[in-house]
């Protein structure tokens, strides 16, 4: 028996789950649009087999390390390598066997629902992961990584993924990116450009990542003007590696809009690291607002995730370093922080902003309303700990009825779990189904509406809104 | 076939929707009070005919428009007007050929419903809107506003409206409520006490309009207490026009009560154009507390509509003016800005103080709380964007708990989209008939006990808190 | 016929309603683990008969009183005890008549159902409350309570109660459980630690009632470490009375870390007199941490119950005093205040800290993220307005895809109403229930594993959390 139940996620009336069935039926083997992740270019660069299945499943998946480290398991137990370079477990066995005996602390979590869909769909594996089964599992997991039809590419094609978006700093060379290009593969995996090492004065090595850009571009990166033609002239390499989005990750959604001149003196001090925290906030504000200038002219949409409280232990940022579980959402308010930048050119149709959020209560108070007018604003899907069952509910029922579902951009699975990939955008499919099944079956949308919709948000919208 | 379907809302188990139709049955043609919104009295007075559908459907309704805009479709090819006077479209048939072409941007909204609703129940058409339909569905409504049934009092009486309730400035001389009243046409449509332009120092000529105020009461309003006499006589003015209620739009629901000859300072200080920003507010929030006290003498209900960031562009402010769909809401808080007026005059049950929100979580956090003890409040229905099927679930279902039903007014339409007035009205007694029947099916409320509170939620306790 | 639906609260699609009502059966007879609460250990060490049926049900309940008088009923007409000592109604009957003939006031509210269930499994009345059965049931209670199996010893093991905390003031003798230790009574009634009196510089006689700290555990309080010493002496001899935890309700989360210095020297100031409100603030803060860091030695569970704006009226607080209804929440922040103490303790398993919320909005932006991934909290359930169904059902679902189960801790009844205990149990076990039920049904959770959840839920977690 497999362990998925077929009619996971929809609604429990017949009248509704008949029309949730129908509606995935049309849209479940669309193919994958994935604009916003964190994949690794290496993989498909180089297209050799991933190395085992604890490297595939537990030691970079924060969602699944966090929830066990939570109940007490050591994170150098489960390989997450430390800052020092001490010593951590290296077995792949020993770290699945933890993973395998603690898996019932994923019940009902999404990260149950990836692996045991990404065991079943892309391992042929029908078994319940416990101490138990452990051993087996690894074994099985572990062959097919050595045969050809699980390499990076093979599974990507096997995936049905149409293009993919990796992200990369604005100073990364792009060499894997390169490498793929010119392997002659046909896989459509484009970058993204993320230049919080260039646009952050509180980020590591600010100033030094400003010269290695000005060097990178050839312009004069100490003077406001030669930053920005830098920029320019960096976004332009990104889409020459098929970039069509930026991506900003601060932590409020604050814009501003100064003078130019105020903006050269504050770049100024930020080169001379003398910005005080309010200082730099307005320079990250600032940039938000320059970067959607460009986007006017070289037509790369712009993602702002803000509202991350990110590395907010500071023992564990000491041990481990960043991204290891400990980014905590906080409060974010958009009506303010948005305004400079909206003042400026949020009602020109031709720019493209899309937003985020890990405040769900954001979603019907602030973001559907500035999104249901403003044309430069789409509303991106439900985030990080919200890309779940409930989280996707929960964005469509607080966001349609004011922003509808054309103000809304189709699904991101931003994720660095290969495997995982077809098994969210399963999940968001299954969802939206259910939603639209249950608004057809309550009088709210016309049944034939309902499947032109379903196919908009998964696979359309996603395409039309990050121009891919 | 209709295009409504007759089920629509309810719940889809058999037995709460079983429940849910019942109830409904007994509320579906209850009178309809609509103790708050802002239809045009000149409607009633002069009881001419609409001037097309366009002009009934799309121009005035910001709901509809601000969707539009949101997809690129410029305010001037709806017939919006421009604050510079400037052309914009004036063929009516050219505006309704751009709604009907888009009106799949509306899918799921609760402004598709209405729409829909008024069509079928009003125009008697069960076309779907669409680029093929809409020349014929433009005729056919264009040709309805010619014929003596759909005049302004024809449609009220249809509507069964037993009372309505428009909203005007202070300084408004009330003239089309004096015209209806001479008419000897028996509708009643009473005014609502509405004072901003005299009670807000930032707002546009505060200062003229509270001299206005006196010579329209002839009061001495360059005194503090000139001025609260001005407000006393001119309630009274309001009062003898059937005004049951008082209306207040801040930024904020802050109350303040300071010293009378602190607030006469502050005022003097108002009148000269020299308060701060904070000043202002405080001004405002002491203008709330001193009407909840001529509130205990005339018995005025006053309501609070606090937490939207109006015209929210700038740029949109300023070439098409207010209320053209860029009011967005932001967090609100209730009980802090309450104390004071709360301390006060709370526990007077003489008193009544209606509140409204545009942050929903104030629902559970806030506002029941308080309206679940302070015998001086109560609470409005979900609002604006709220005034929805999921907007009114979730308002009963965060509130009732704590503030029971009778904290609760009943419903508000809030519009000035006329022939939604129905339609808004059906939404809400069906969604709170959902609502009573999932509690009676879950055990939670008795059978008989949800017919009464039906009626109750649709009809009587709207007129109860309105002392209409 | 029972006025109880025994399906109350179930799913009413068939297939999950079925899962539901078997989860159900299997924890229905469980023993009841009360770990946090207000009873009063007086009735068990006395062991006398409850006065009579309003003072069992109305005078002590601040849900009941509360919505009473939010319609306009004074306090003094339900025996409510005024500050000044003038008179309030005494006559049970008369109280216990304007009880029932409001009783439709609490339609669908948490407090009917608890009513309705003690009346009915307690008392064996299946009659609906109202002025027609007001006299009827007042004699049928009042005859009750002068029966031995109704005296409280008698009714603790009839609601199978394994083991039930109190709450009491770190300066509390604890005469009543002395009394109850010296009576050979099996029944398991523990304390809680509860130091506000002498670690909020702004309580009431807070330097008189640290010199009573000082003479109760013979050491110098007038110091820093005097003071930090009788607080492990007097934790020491609470838990000799059974206690396993400390409970600590600030008005928010705010946690310090100062080093102890400046804490000495904040306490100096803080007995003196002189504390800020900012200063009085930061010295709870600090002993949050504090009380931590005694966790780590003495194994004492932390609670944590932030953000009620408590005697929000200040005339209800100068008539009536404390407790009366009047505690409004507030939004609260839980990642910037808990900062210190997790960056101080927050990775180490040993410690224990159970944060509570009165702000929903917490659940899934801060709590659950939070407790998702730092070993030394766990998220305690949903909280006093929340302690509903619609309020457990939003907590189980905006935190379990996050925080899974095991980061939760069961239910707290948080009650001084001891004949709703069971019904209170009952409530959560049939929230949970019905939530596992769907998740079984929607294909997100095995049923096997729901089983143990189930268990886990109404039982086990309670006991593993609080190491009771």
Request: glycine share 6%; aromatic share 10%; hydrophobic share 40%.
């Amino acid at each position: 028996m497999p362990r998925l139940n077929p009619d996971r996620l929809f609604p429990l009336d017949s009248k509704s789950r008949d029309l949730a069935r129908g509606l995935y039926k049309s849209v479940e083997n669309l193919p994958i649009v994935s604009p916003h992740g964190h994949t690794d270019p290496r993989w498909f660069a180089e297209n050799q087999p991933f190395p085992d299945p604890a490297q595939l499943f537990v030691t970079p998946d924060h969602y699944v390390f966090r929830m066990l480290f939570s109940q007490g398991i050591p994170l150098e137990k489960l390989g997450v390598p430390r800052v020092d370079g001490g010593p951590t477990e290296t077995d792949g066995r020993e770290i699945w066997r933890l993973f395998a005996s603690n898996f019932h602390l994923l019940r009902a979590t999404p990260s149950q629902m990836w692996v045991e869909h990404a065991l079943q769909d892309v391992f042929g594996l029908e078994t319940k992961l416990s101490a138990t089964t452990a051993d087996a599992t690894y074994d099985h997991v572990a062959d097919c990584l050595t045969r050809p039809e699980f390499l990076p590419r093979a599974l990507f094609e096997r995936f049905k993924i149409e293009a993919i978006a990796t992200t990369e700093s604005a100073i990364d060379p792009l060499n894997w990116h390169e490498m793929i290009r010119n392997s002659g593969w046909k896989g459509r995996v484009v970058t993204a450009y993320r230049p919080d090492a260039v646009v952050d004065p509180e980020f590591d090595g600010f100033a030094d990542n400003v010269a290695t850009l000005g060097e990178m571009t050839g312009e004069d990166t100490t003077t406001w003007n030669g930053y920005l033609a830098a920029h320019r002239n960096r976004r332009a390499f990104f889409k020459s590696y098929g970039a069509t989005s930026s991506d900003h990750g601060h932590a409020t959604a604050r814009t501003e809009d100064m003078p130019q001149a105020d903006a050269a003196a504050l770049f100024a001090k930020a080169l001379a690291g003398k910005c005080s925290a309010e200082e730099a906030d307005a320079f990250r504000g600032q940039m938000l607002t320059e970067m959607a200038r460009m986007s006017l002219d070289d037509g790369l949409v712009l993602q702002i995730h803000p509202g991350s409280s990110r590395n907010h232990s500071a023992p564990m940022m000491a041990q481990f370093g960043r991204d290891k579980g400990f980014d905590i959402p906080t409060q974010t308010d958009y009506v303010r922080a948005l305004k400079p930048l909206l003042d400026a050119m949020g009602t020109d149709p031709r720019l493209s902003v899309i937003l985020f959020t890990l405040d769900e209560t954001a979603y019907s108070r602030e973001l559907a309303p500035l999104a249901g007018v403003y044309p430069a604003l789409k509303l991106g899907p439900a985030w990080w700990f919200f890309d779940s069952p409930e989280g996707i509910m929960r964005f469509r029922q607080q966001t349609t009825e004011t922003a509808g579902f054309y103000n809304t951009v189709g699904f991101n699975d931003d994720t660095r779990a290969f495997c995982s990939i077809p098994a969210r955008h399963d999940v968001a499919r299954r969802v939206d189904c259910a939603y639209l099944g249950n608004l057809v079956a309550t009088g709210r949308l016309d049944e034939a509406d309902a499947y032109e919709v379903a196919t908009d948000l998964a696979y359309r919208l996603a395409k039309q809104a990050y121009r891919l």
